[in-house]
T-cell receptor, first 113, second 115 residues
Framework: AQSVTQLGSHVSVSEGALVLLRCNYS??????LFWYVQYPNQGLQLLLK??????LVKGINGFEAEFKKSETSFHLTKPSAHMSDAAEYFC???????????FGKGITLSVRP | GAVVSQHPSWVICKSGTSVKIECRSL??????MFWYRQFPKQSLMLMAT?????????EQGVEKDKFLINHASLTLSTLTVTSAHPEDSSFYIC???????????FGDGTRLSIL
């Protein structure tokens, strides 16, 4: 079985500050890992993904995430927060090409002026 | 641009009404589509997997007769909420998986409000 843990429900940062959203996963086989962003009343937009290869993955809007197998983590970071980054962020895991995508409960990012 | 089109984006209707939501894949053929339900401030819960030309696979606890899924073509899957009641009010999102080892692309969701 696979699962995703996103601790906390809300993160608030100042504009220009570092963004760090944590994600830990559980998987019995090498995982595929994803971060999605959701704006109000919209679907999910893919930020970045890890499948194989380089463990530091760069995505859109300046976000990046690092796959750490030893820590079973895939934390999302952005060096400098922008007001437009305020949204809901979901970490997700899939354990094979045909397996289902399992989402974490999501975390709300607020950016203060 | 968007690769998945979901329609309508917002529905308000009376209790007892049946509501159909469409999910279209644009510019590619999607043999598999997924339907999710999302309650406010919560994560997405997979309801069912829609397979072109065959019956959908429903997750445990999802009523098949309540949430009818039809995937009659490679570009269209529909979810019909039959005899909807206020407890069915939610945000419904579809997604596709059009290529192996690639992420899913999501529609913009449908906000369903049953009065």
């Amino acid at each position: 079985a696979q699962s995703v843990t996103q601790l906390g429900s809300h993160v608030s940062v100042s504009e220009g500050a570092l963004v760090l959203l944590r994600c830990n996963y559980s998987s019995s086989v090498p995982p595929y890992l994803f971060w999605y962003v959701q704006y109000p009343n919209q679907g999910l937009q893919l930020l970045l993904k890890y499948t194989t290869g380089a463990t530091l993955v760069k995505g859109i809007n300046g976000f990046e995430a690092e796959f750490k197998k030893s820590e079973t983590s895939f934390h999302l970071t952005k060096p400098s927060a922008h007001m437009s980054d305020a949204a809901e962020y979901f970490c997700a895991v899939r354990t094979g090409a045909n397996s289902k995508l399992t989402f974490g409960k999501g975390i709300t990012l607020s950016v203060r002026p | 641009g968007a690769v998945v089109s979901q329609h309508p984006s917002w529905v308000i209707c009376k209790s007892g009404t049946s509501v159909k939501i469409e999910c279209r894949s644009l510019d590619f053929q999607a043999t598999t589509m997924f339907w999710y339900r999302q309650f406010p401030k919560q994560s997405l819960m997979l309801m069912a997997t829609s397979n072109e030309g065959s019956k959908a696979t429903y997750e445990q606890g999802v009523e098949k007769d309540k949430f009818l899924i039809n995937h009659a073509s490679l570009t269209l899957s529909t979810l019909t909420v039959t005899s909807a009641h206020p407890e069915d009010s939610s945000f419904y999102i579809c997604s596709t998986k059009f290529q192996e080892n690639q992420p899913q692309h999501f529609g913009d969701g449908t906000r369903l409000s049953i009065l």
